[in-house]
Structures are given as C-alpha cells and as structure tokens.
C-alpha cells in the first residue's frame, strides 16, 4: 500500500461513503448526451440544452451517490451555482477535451484548454478525473497516452487532490467488423491496461468490465478475470457502466466487487433511457424514479461486497 498525502486521503473520503465505499454517478458525457438529446443532428444541441440535462441529473440523482463525475464546461460550476449539487456529496471533474485526436484505431486523449489541476481544485472538487483511450498493443500511441496521464498525475502529487483514470479500450482492424473477436481479446486488453496505467502515480482506476456479457456467460470465469485484474491493479478499482443495459451492469458490479473491486462509477447504465424523453417534467419524473431506483439498487450490492478502498 502506497502512502499518501493528507489532502488525497480527505478527497477519497469525500468521494466514497463512510464504509469506505465508491458509489458514484458519472454525468460528464458532452459528445454522447449530444448524440441522445439529438441523434439526427448532435451538433444542433445548444450550451443551454446541456446544462439544463446536467442540473436535470444532478438535483436528481446526487444526493444518492457518494459522488458525482461533471464535466467542466457544461456541469461542474453550473451544478454548484444553482444548487443541484448537494454539499455532502463528492465532486469529481473531468479534465480532458471532448473526444479523440488521431483516426480511430489511434486515439489520441487532449487535455481541455484553459483548464488544469490547480482550477478543478479551486471549482472545490475532490478529485480529478481523465478518460484515455488505450491499446497496450499500441506502443506508440499507449506511451502518449501513459505520459499524457502521468503529467496530470504529477499536478495531482502537487495540488493534493486523488486522481481517477478511465481508460477505455477500442477495437482496430478486423475487431472493427468483428465484435466476437474484440471481445475475446479484450479480456487481456483490460487486465493489461489495468496494470500499465497503475503503474504511474494515479490513486484510483475507473476500468471496464474485463469481458463482454454478451460473449462470456461463465461466473467463474468471469470472477476469475476480475481477480486477475484486482492482483494487477496497484490502486483501488472501480467499474465503469459504458453504456450497458442496467441489468447488466449490475452483474458487473457484483462480480468486480466480489474480485476486489471497491464499488462503480455508473453513468448511462442508469439514467440513459431518460435521455430520450422530450418533455423536461417527464425526464425528472423518470430520473427520481427509475434512476434513483436504479442508483439505490447498485449501491446496494456495493455495500454488500465492494472492499473499502
């Protein structure tokens, strides 16, 4: 166990509940709520129709969370501002630009401009969050990404703030057109990455799932991935939900949690279908119903196997 600084341990305090325990709600997608609110023509989705979503699933679902994940541009201030975001409930910021540079089998992970560590400390959040995207089989583009993530990390170090890193695997090649095939390699691409990414000075590790449901029905086996993936994660791990059915991510969750995992950061997986609904009194409606359900019920299984960070 590595040791850490005073402020670090009172920013996961700050995102887990008082067992020790993340159960955390992700509402930080920008270029995917896009993509729901509009599905023919995402870039039409204006900055008012963003943040309205955001205070929407904030005032909604924070306060049955442990923490939440808002992005910088469109959630985090706004959420603060107007009081969606509830003072007993963590905050962690996204500190990377929307998207990808490079094609798609070499994606390249920007920080956003005009922002940094010393800022999302000064918004009050308690920790800073960065998706990349990564292929460890990628050795050129994984250095990039390895040292984009280790400059934040070292921002982290200095302005006393845990660090969350997402990293989120893609198919290249053949797995493009073969979803069957990705799938049985992301199992090792998954425990790989795990155990590239903490290797740097990070403090929690947001991962995928290491299998496909659709694919890999087996417990065992699956649990089995999860340990090998916990053995190889020098930090605390989380599940991430990438947009899976409910259902589904809740057999996630329950298996990570029982290989070591100390609980999930869920985003779509819960509030996803809400998304779709036109009318704002009916989005709400659906949201403190179905999603706080939904965010209860994860929580639920956390606190029955999730291992105290």
């Known amino acids: 166990m590595k040791s850490l600084s005073i402020g670090k341990i009172r920013g996961l305090q700050q995102i887990t509940n008082p067992d020790g325990i993340f159960t955390m709600c992700a509402m930080d997608h920008r270029g995917s709520l ?12 204006n900055y008012e129709e963003m943040v309205e979503r955001k205070l929407e699933l904030c005032s909604s679902l924070a306060k049955y969370a442990s923490a939440v994940l808002l992005d ?4 985090a201030a706004q959420c603060i501002s107007y009081g969606a975001l509830p003072n007993n409930t963590g905050l962690l910021v996204s500190i990377e630009a929307s998207g990808y540079t490079g094609d798609k089998e ?9 922002l ?3 800022k999302i400390r000064r918004i009050g959040a308690s920790a800073v969050k960065i998706l990349v995207h990564y292929r ?14 280790n400059t934040v990390a070292i921002d982290c170090i200095k302005y006393d703030l845990p660090f969350l890193v997402e990293p989120k695997s893609y198919p290249i090649g053949n797995e493009i057109s073969n979803p069957p095939e990705f799938a049985a390699l992301k199992e090792q691409i998954v425990i790989r990455t795990a155990q590239d990414i903490t290797a740097l000075p990070i403090d929690v590790l947001k991962t995928e799932f290491p299998a496909d449901l659709h694919y890999q029905k ?3 086996k699956l649990l089995n991935l999860c340990h090998q993936l916990d053995i190889l994660s020098r930090v605390p791990w989380v599940v991430l939900s990438a947009g899976v059915d409910f259902e589904v991510f809740c057999q996630e969750v329950e298996i990570a949690c029982q290989a070591g995992a100390s609980g999930f950061l869920g985003g779509r997986a819960i509030w996803q279908e809400a998304m779709y609904i036109d009318n704002a009194l009916d989005r ?7 999603g706080v359900d939904r965010l209860e019920r994860l929580t639920e299984i956390a606190n029955k196997y999730a291992v105290p960070w």
């Open 284 to 290: 709400v409606n659906y949201l403190s119903t179905v």
């Open 106 to 114: 070499h994606r390249v992970t920007k920080l956003l401009e005009g």
């Open 72 to 75: 910088p541009v469109y959630g």
């Open 136 to 149: 460890p089989d990628l050795k050129y583009v994984a250095s990039q990404q390895l040292n984009t993530v």
């Open 34 to 45: 896009r993509s729901m609110i509009d599905e023919e023509q995402p870039g039409e989705v």
């Open 116 to 118: 940094g560590v010393d």
């Open 218 to 220: 087996d417990k065992l």
